[in-house]
């Protein structure tokens, strides 16, 4: 067995309607004056308040409200937030929302905690002590964001996307409550979905980084994943199908801020970066392709994911992993989700353009996890094979 | 245990090493086309090492204290630096560990990767070279 080390800081929580106690469980960590972090929708909504009733009971002070974050957070908006945090005394946040509030918060986070010049603490493992404390709420069941060790958020008027990644930049604890997510409309659920499948496929077979404590959640998190999604997509009231793919997303972004992802997710970011693509949808157009492009590299790992699902009970690798492909088309076909490049309104790739994009998936973090090593040629075979 | 004896000996295996990678058209061009500032900083022993390819045409190697403000930085043990030039550090699983600390835009650095492998097969030769007693298994 390779040597590994597996670090998961972030204690989860979940239940119907434990977000209600988001007040006591901050309170607990410390905190007596909240930054909650979250976007106009769930404002408008409603959705916050029985959050914001919680903190204020058990902090004895309402919560500061930012909720202009948006789908694709930007710096300008980490410093609006960090400002008014700053300005308020706030001693701990609460993010309750998609990967792009969560991201902001943990980013905010760092401004609050450190002060100074937030470029400073841009890369990996420069954190090197803890932050103010941070709950987490998701209200998607994708990214994995409220228990992962990394966040990324754009700078828009340098044209950057900035990254910091610290095991102290998880979350101190993550809530999950199936009850929030019920609303989430059926496209954003398979999109954010299959952003988790992809975690989960890709982490299990990330080079050298893996170990049996990821393998082990990213089986799980599959098996919760393939078996509910479809259900949790064709009815958003359906708790049970909600509460497993909130816990399987959770699983799977334990696994891969462990273990790392890989040559769709390194593809997916560029295009996400240069076109605005939900980052899910692009995902899943890239999913079958990336396994494509590892198949002979990883079919026995390909072949344990096939097996312990139920797919085949054929002995032979090869085709168990190409079964599990065939099962991954299958669901990509029941969700709904758009199945290229195409229909995910992305214009025709140019020369420059694709060149463009392999130099940014060919640098993308992402790509060291993969475990076969692709060529500029690769990339752009499969970014046309995608279109 | 240190691999390197000192600081004066690991500036002067690492200075040689990218003198070398200068000399190599092959690896020098991409790093010059990245036009980045890559400072090293090692401990035990302490060290640090400037690579500068700002100007897009020659590599600018300083060991020791350089005014030139980087773009990346790169901190590791010595000992990690050593290992990572026989080609036997798992750079990925270096940074989950943390044995890695990177500042700056990493993807930057990161890209250059594959470009340096070549010297992988010089390192040994360098610290022959030099007649420095560093263990190369």
Redesign the interface.
């Known amino acids: 067995m390779n040597p590994f080390v597996f670090h998961t800081p972030t204690r989860v929580y979940f239940g119907e309607t434990s977000a209600a106690s988001c007040g006591d469980f901050i309170h607990d960590l410390g905190g007596s004056r909240v930054l909650l972090v979250s976007d106009a929708y769930l404002e408008k909504s409603g959705m916050l308040n029985p959050i914001i009733e919680s903190i204020t009971t058990a902090t004895g002070n309402p919560p500061l409200l930012f909720t202009d974050v948006p789908s694709d957070s930007d710096i300008a908006v980490v410093n609006r937030a960090s400002a008014m945090a700053r300005a308020n005394k706030c001693d701990a946040l609460v993010a309750v929302g998609g990967g792009s509030v969560i991201d902001t918060a943990k980013v905010v986070n760092i401004c609050l905690t450190f002060g100074g010049e937030l470029m400073e603490y841009q890369g990996l493992n420069i954190i090197d002590r803890p932050l103010l404390p941070l709950i987490a709420v998701p209200t998607t069941a994708g990214t994995g964001a409220e228990v992962s060790f990394v966040a990324m958020v754009k700078d828009h008027e340098e044209g950057k996307k900035l990254m910091f990644g610290s095991p102290y930049l998880a979350p101190n604890m993550a809530v999950l409550d199936p009850l929030l997510i019920v609303s989430l409309p059926a496209k954003l659920t398979a999109a954010t979905g299959i952003d988790a499948v992809t975690h989960g496929i890709e982490c299990f077979v990330a080079s050298g980084t893996n170990s049996v404590f990821t393998d082990a959640l990213c089986l799980e998190a599959l098996r919760l994943l393939f078996e509910f999604l479809p259900q949790a997509t064709a009815d958003g009231n359906n708790l049970e199908a909600r509460g497993a793919t909130l816990a399987a997303s959770c699983m799977a972004g334990v696994a891969f801020t462990n273990s790392g992802v890989g040559i769709t997710h390194a593809l997916a970011h560029a295009l996400g970066a240069k076109y605005g693509t939900h980052h899910g949808m692009t995902n899943g157009v890239l999913l079958t392709h990336g396994m494509n492009f590892n198949l002979q590299a990883t079919a026995g790992q390909y072949a344990r994911i096939a097996r312990f699902l139920y797919f085949s009970s054929s002995g032979d690798d090869l085709e168990q992993a190409q079964i599990l492909v065939d099962k991954v088309e299958g669901l990509l076909k029941e969700l709904k989700l758009p199945r290229t490049l195409r229909e995910l309104g992305i214009p025709e790739l140019t020369a420059d353009n694709l060149k463009e994009l392999v130099d940014m998936a060919g640098s993308d973090p992402a790509i060291m996890f993969n475990p076969k090593e692709a060529s500029e040629d690769d990339l752009l075979q499969i970014l046309k094979g995608a279109y | 245990m240190a691999v390197f004896a000192d600081t004066d000996e690991l500036h002067q295996i690492m200075a040689d090493l990218w003198t070398a990678i200068k000399s190599d058209d092959q690896m020098a061009a991409p790093l010059l086309s990245s036009r980045l500032i890559v400072t090293f900083h090692y401990r035990e022993p302490d060290g640090r090492l400037t690579v500068d390819c700002s100007d897009g045409k020659e590599m600018v190697i300083t060991a020791g204290e350089c005014d030139r403000k980087p773009v ?2 790169m901190f590791m043990k010595s000992s990690v630096a050593h290992e990572f030039w026989l080609g036997k550090v ?4 270096a ?4 044995k ?9 650095a ?2 250059l ?1 594959p470009a340096i492998k070549p010297a992988y097969g010089l390192y040994p030769s360098i610290i022959e070279k030099n007649g420095l007693k560093v263990s190369t298994t």
Do not use: D, R, S, Y
């Not at chain 2, 940074?95 to 943390?98: C, D, E, R, S, Y």
């Not at chain 2, 890695?100 to 930057?108: C, D, L, S």
């Open positions: 990346v930085e798992n750079v990925p699983m940074l989950i560990q943390g890695i600390v990177a500042k700056g835009p990493v993807n930057k990161l890209a990767l």
